[in-house]
């Protein structure tokens, strides 16, 4: 499941021809480290983490057993394969007791190497699996279906095909509900590193002060109330995905320290100096104009620079009014299924009236009214007369002036009534309590069609 190079190995043997052995068996699959004694091997899994140790027991300086409970305090989570001669198999078997993971004989068997080495690989990925379900944390979604005829939307897709498999950095802008997160998965599941983590850290929603920890990780006691080790989200996504969403939020010490994990490929977890090496994928994504944001020194010119080696640009649906109705569809199929009912049909008139309005929520107003209109019809068939007032369900951050919001009610309210009258306006005005002719000018003013 992980990729290729991407486990690591320290071997710890004061045999030269030992380590030679093993650096033969194991550099085409591995990242190897070598020690040749304890100290050795401790100051360096201090300075920089491994996924495996394989441990010699008689070293030098010590009984390699003995350096078991240090190395487990550094990382409870390394996996330990003691190394033992022939004549001393005791002891390999005992250290498994105390927390050795498994034991390798020798002379080797390169077979028996390989395998027990990647059983212990194997081993830590599935723990890596478990912590990330434990934590909720995106594996690999079914791929969720983008749907778009415009030709910029195309654009878009065509876009994420090509870049998906290459290894830079993207970075997503487009308004809110505009599908920024939908591509990032995109690209990520047709990346080569669709099976490994993709992992979103949301930059607006974490405090300041817990953005540093929540990326880095951090050792116990690093802080007041860091109770535990913990890993980071890039530590999570290691070989894997990172989305940052919302980019912008980060505070401009945030963003110096995302710049130099980008340019050493290197972090390491608060309360530490161990380098954990970054094998990751990253992915920002923003709603504002990043670049005004860095004329404003608000955001890191190196930074963006940074990012932007991919850039994408998700136009607003109102400027792609021609997917309006093929999102209508595919919400509304996705409702039904969801529910187990019959999908639901709209009126040409209420296309038209919902393929006419702004949407400034983007996609994800229109998903939400879709969701809003299923639950709330009994009928088969949605008319006009049935869909909730537009500019009643706009964000709040995109509230219109009270004028347009008032006129974009009425033309609406007016067309429901049309409709329901068949058309027929003396039945329509009467419906509405007001006089024909006020009906009339209504029409013009409001630019409603004859239906
Ligand atoms: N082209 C599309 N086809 C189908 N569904 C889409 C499309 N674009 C967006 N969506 C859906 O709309 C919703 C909003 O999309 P998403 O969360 O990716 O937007 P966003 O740009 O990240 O928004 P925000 O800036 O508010 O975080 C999601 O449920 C997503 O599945
Ligand atoms: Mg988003």
């Given at each position: 499941m992980t990729r290729g190079h991407s486990s690591s190995i320290l071997i710890v043997d004061d045999e030269k021809y030992v380590r030679e052995s093993l650096r033969m068996a194991l550099e085409d699959h591995y990242v190897l480290h070598m020690a040749r004694n304890g100290a050795e091997a401790l100051a360096f899994f201090e300075s920089r983490s491994v996924d495996i140790i394989l441990l010699d027991i008689m070293l030098p300086d010590t009984d390699g057993r003995r350096l078991i409970p240090d190395f487990k305090a550094i990382d409870a989570g390394v996996e330990i394969i003691m190394v033992t001669a022939l004549q001393d198999l005791q002891s390999g078997i005992e250290a498994m007791k105390n927390g050795a993971q498994d034991y390798l004989v020798k002379p080797f068997d390169i077979d028996n190497v390989k395998a027990i080495v990647a059983r212990a690989v194997k081993k830590k990925t599935l723990q890596k699996e478990v912590f990330l379900l434990k934590h909720e944390i995106g594996h690999c979604r079914p791929f969720e279906t983008m749907v778009g005829q415009n030709p910029e939307i195309k654009k878009v897709f065509r876009m994420i095909a090509t870049i998906a498999p290459s290894e830079g950095t993207v970075l997503i802008q487009g308004e809110s509900g505009t599908g920024k997160e939908l591509v990032a998965r995109a690209i990520h599941n047709q990346s080569g590193r669709a099976q490994n983590p993709f992992v979103v850290i949301n930059c607006a929603a974490i405090p300041v002060t817990l953005m540093e920890s929540e990326l880095f990780g951090h050792r116990r006691g690093?802080?007041?109330?860091?109770?535990r080790d913990c890993p980071g989200k890039l530590e999570i996504a290691n070989t894997g995905t990172i989305f940052l969403d919302d980019i912008d939020s980060l505070s401009i010490k945030m963003q110096a320290k995302l710049l130099r994990v980008i340019q050493q490929k290197e972090f390491e977890r608060l309360g530490t100096h161990r380098l954990i090496r970054a094998d990751i994928r990253i992915i920002a994504s923003s709603n504002q104009d990043l670049l005004a944001l860095v004329a404003q020194n608000r955001f890191r010119q190196d930074l963006y620079y940074r990012l932007n080696v991919l850039p994408i640009v998700l136009p607003p649906l109102r400027e792609r009014r021609d997917d309006i109705p093929f999102l209508l569809k595919h919400f509304l199929q996705i409702y039904a299924k969801r529910n187990g009912t019959p999908t639901k049909q709209l009126t040409p008139a209420a296309i038209e009236h919902l393929a006419a309005y702004d949407w400034p929520g983007n996609v994800r107003e229109l998903e939400n009214l879709v969701e809003r209109i299923c639950t709330i019809n009994p009928e088969r068939t949605i008319r006009?007369?049935?869909?909730?007032?537009l500019a009643a369900i706009a964000s709040p951050k995109h509230q219109r002036p009270l004028r347009e919001a008032t006129q974009a009610f009425e033309k609406q309210y007016i067309e429901s009534a049309l409709e329901a009258a068949n058309g027929n306006k003396t039945e329509a005005a009467r419906r509405l309590g007001i006089h024909r002719n006020t009906l009339l000018s209504k029409t013009k003013e409001l630019g409603i069609k004859k239906s």
């Amino acid at each position: 499941m992980t990729r290729g190079h991407s486990s690591s190995i320290l071997i710890v043997d004061d045999e030269k021809y030992v380590r030679e052995s093993l650096r033969m068996a194991l550099e085409d699959h591995y990242v190897l480290h070598m020690a040749r004694n304890g100290a050795e091997a401790l100051a360096f899994f201090e300075s920089r983490s491994v996924d495996i140790i394989l441990l010699d027991i008689m070293l030098p300086d010590t009984d390699g057993r003995r350096l078991i409970p240090d190395f487990k305090a550094i990382d409870a989570g390394v996996e330990i394969i003691m190394v033992t001669a022939l004549q001393d198999l005791q002891s390999g078997i005992e250290a498994m007791k105390n927390g050795a993971q498994d034991y390798l004989v020798k002379p080797f068997d390169i077979d028996n190497v390989k395998a027990i080495v990647a059983r212990a690989v194997k081993k830590k990925t599935l723990q890596k699996e478990v912590f990330l379900l434990k934590h909720e944390i995106g594996h690999c979604r079914p791929f969720e279906t983008m749907v778009g005829q415009n030709p910029e939307i195309k654009k878009v897709f065509r876009m994420i095909a090509t870049i998906a498999p290459s290894e830079g950095t993207v970075l997503i802008q487009g308004e809110s509900g505009t599908g920024k997160e939908l591509v990032a998965r995109a690209i990520h599941n047709q990346s080569g590193r669709a099976q490994n983590p993709f992992v979103v850290i949301n930059c607006a929603a974490i405090p300041v002060t817990l953005m540093e920890s929540e990326l880095f990780g951090h050792r116990r006691g690093a802080f007041t109330g860091a109770s535990r080790d913990c890993p980071g989200k890039l530590e999570i996504a290691n070989t894997g995905t990172i989305f940052l969403d919302d980019i912008d939020s980060l505070s401009i010490k945030m963003q110096a320290k995302l710049l130099r994990v980008i340019q050493q490929k290197e972090f390491e977890r608060l309360g530490t100096h161990r380098l954990i090496r970054a094998d990751i994928r990253i992915i920002a994504s923003s709603n504002q104009d990043l670049l005004a944001l860095v004329a404003q020194n608000r955001f890191r010119q190196d930074l963006y620079y940074r990012l932007n080696v991919l850039p994408i640009v998700l136009p607003p649906l109102r400027e792609r009014r021609d997917d309006i109705p093929f999102l209508l569809k595919h919400f509304l199929q996705i409702y039904a299924k969801r529910n187990g009912t019959p999908t639901k049909q709209l009126t040409p008139a209420a296309i038209e009236h919902l393929a006419a309005y702004d949407w400034p929520g983007n996609v994800r107003e229109l998903e939400n009214l879709v969701e809003r209109i299923c639950t709330i019809n009994p009928e088969r068939t949605i008319r006009l007369g049935n869909l909730p007032p537009l500019a009643a369900i706009a964000s709040p951050k995109h509230q219109r002036p009270l004028r347009e919001a008032t006129q974009a009610f009425e033309k609406q309210y007016i067309e429901s009534a049309l409709e329901a009258a068949n058309g027929n306006k003396t039945e329509a005005a009467r419906r509405l309590g007001i006089h024909r002719n006020t009906l009339l000018s209504k029409t013009k003013e409001l630019g409603i069609k004859k239906s």
